[in-house]
């Protein structure tokens, strides 16, 4: 099993995950209208900053998803897709601080978009 170290461990994860959600029956829907091929760039970059301390991110995550209509129940089922990518993909501190802190925007987007 591998450890997060690189931009293109980043890729993978991204990849992977993005994949899965467009195979899950409940997130599919909100997500299979998005451009990906300018989509995930900015999710790599975005993962990159939170992990590998790529500098240059400015985007608010939060508003880019404000009108997507997810519920905490999504939110949450957000995260176990991405837990579980982490888990088959990779090991080690990096991959543990992934599911942390996207345990953390799950829980902050879920908050702020449903009180």
């Known amino acids: 099993m591998n450890t997060i170290e690189t931009k293109k461990d980043i ?3 991204v990849d992977t995950f993005y994949t899965a959600i467009l195979k899950d029956e409940q997130l599919a829907p909100f997500f299979a209208h998005l451009n990906f091929v300018e989509h995930l760039p900015k999710m790599v970059h975005f993962w990159s900053f939170v992990l590998l301390d790529e500098p240059g991110y400015t985007t608010n995550v939060t508003d880019k998803h404000a ?4 519920n905490k129940a ?3 089922r957000w ?3 991405f837990h579980a990518t982490v888990d088959e993909l ?3 501190e ?3 601080l992934a599911k942390e802190r996207a345990t953390v925007l799950g829980w902050t987007m879920a908050s702020k978009f449903n009180g």
């Open 67 to 70: 009108g997507m209509k997810l």
């Open 11 to 13: 890729e993978l994860l």
């Open 79 to 81: 995260v176990e897709l």
């Open 94 to 96: 990096k991959a543990q």
């Open 74 to 76: 999504l939110f949450d």
């Open 90 to 92: 990779f090991e080690g």
